[in-house]
């Protein structure tokens, strides 16, 4: 499985979301595809993509918030599964894209390469709802019920260590930022009104 | 990385251990118990809401109890109990984007453990953090355990260019937690409020 396929099958559907991606492939494959206002990339501290996605969760309990991480983040702050499983806002998609790899940084295994189960992490964590997805139909299945689902789910979407030739885009962080933060806040003042 | 209660007379309640926490008194002098002052933990947390600060998050440590405490009895207040400080950057950034105004409670080695978060996000992103730290390990301090931290917080602030300052008595708190929000939020950048013993410890 392929993560740009992935991402594909569930583009359109991003248009409800607010979207935070990790860095590197998942970043760039998803700007491949065409960047909206509501894609926030972290292209860097690793591991707060999580993080970033439950403040927005928690703070706005009517938005729907999705997640694109990755391996070799989650396993930098695997503590964030444990405080998104403490408030478990229904509202939240957390998606794991697991290459079992570093690929931005030349295809170093992760430990997910040696036996290491994000999903038994995640469940053990308290996470109310996850599954580990292999094909894209079942990925897609999986993103698209969750709204109807509505508890917090982590998928573990196991893909191939390939990506992009490059990760830089034009678009700059600071631009992305605050066009990012200028479409929540107005999404925001049109549900309450 | 652990934040300690040590001595032996902790309270435990649903929120953990909460008040009249007794830190090291096996080897206090007169063996007299000593606790976080209710009182300044208050005025910050009133100076806090006085400021719009709707979100608070946070990893206890001694000096900490009353506040977090007093956040998680206030409804109007979300509380994140946090298992590292350094997830507290991307839930601000989170609630900043919101349009909410949060903060950080955390121990100045919570803050080390942080700064990857605030250089790569914080700094990067240009994020208003407002950020207040236990000075752990200054004078007067008697865990050995805290000294080194002690030793290196006002460099490492400085370092990164954060701006600080000190609450270290009760007639200044209000207008510093206010003057230090605003200037994170015109800044867009993390600003760091020292919380000091003279403030948070009562003999």
Not at chain 1, 17 to 22: K, P
Not at chain 2, 102 to 124: C, T, Y
Not at chain 2, 141 to 149: M, S, V
Not at chain 2, 160 to 185: C, H, M, N, S, W
Request: net charge neutral.
């Amino acid at each position: 499985m392929l993560r740009l396929d992935c991402l594909r099958s569930v583009y359109s559907e991003l248009e409800d979301y607010l979207v935070v991606t990790i860095m590197g492939a998942v970043s760039a494959e998803l700007q491949s595809l065409g960047h909206r206002p509501n894609f926030f990339y972290l292209l860097h501290a690793m591991g707060l993509a999580s993080s970033t996605g439950l403040g927005l969760a928690l703070c706005l309990p009517n938005q729907r918030v999705i997640v694109f991480d990755g391996d070799g983040s989650l396993l930098m702050n695997l503590g964030s599964l444990s405080t998104m499983a403490r408030y478990r806002p229904k509202n939240l998609t957390h998606v794991v894209f697991d290459n079992e790899s570093l690929l931005s940084v030349g295809g170093f295994p992760t430990a997910t390469s040696t036996g290491t189960d994000l999903e038994g992490i995640a469940r053990s964590a308290g996470i109310p709802r996850v599954v580990t997805v292999r094909d894209v139909e079942n990925f897609r299945s999986e993103v698209c019920g969750a709204p109807q689902r509505n508890e917090l789910t982590t998928i573990v979407a196991k893909v191939a260590a390939t990506g992009p030739s490059g990760y830089v885009t034009d678009l700059s962080v600071l631009e992305n930022r605050f066009q990012f933060q200028r479409y929540v806040q107005s999404s925001k003042r049109i549900r309450i009104e | 990385m652990l934040r300690h209660y040590t001595g032996t007379r902790i309270k435990s309640s649903r929120y953990g251990a909460i008040a009249n926490v007794v830190e090291r008194d096996d080897i206090r002098p007169e063996n007299k118990p000593m606790s976080v002052s209710l009182t300044s933990s208050k005025l910050i947390y009133d100076a806090l809401k006085d400021c719009d600060i709707r979100l608070l998050s946070a990893l206890p440590e001694t000096w900490l109890v009353h506040l977090i405490r007093l956040a998680d009895e206030d409804p109007d207040t979300i509380l994140v109990r946090l298992a590292k400080e350094e997830e507290g950057v991307g839930i601000s950034a989170g609630a900043h984007f919101a349009g909410v105004k949060s903060a950080m409670l955390m121990q100045n080695h919570g803050f080390l453990a942080s700064i990857n978060g605030i250089v790569s996000f914080a700094h990067l992103y240009k994020i208003p953090l407002l950020m207040l730290i236990s000075y752990r390990g200054s004078f007067g301090e008697r865990d050995p355990w805290q000294t080194q931290g002690g030793n290196v917080t006002e460099p490492v602030l400085r370092a990164l260019r954060i701006p600080y300052f000190f609450l270290d008595g009760i007639e200044t708190v209000k207008k510093r937690i206010r003057d230090a929000q605003t200037l994170a939020e015109s800044s867009l950048q993390p600003v760091g409020i020292l919380l000091t013993r003279d403030l948070m410890w009562e003999e």
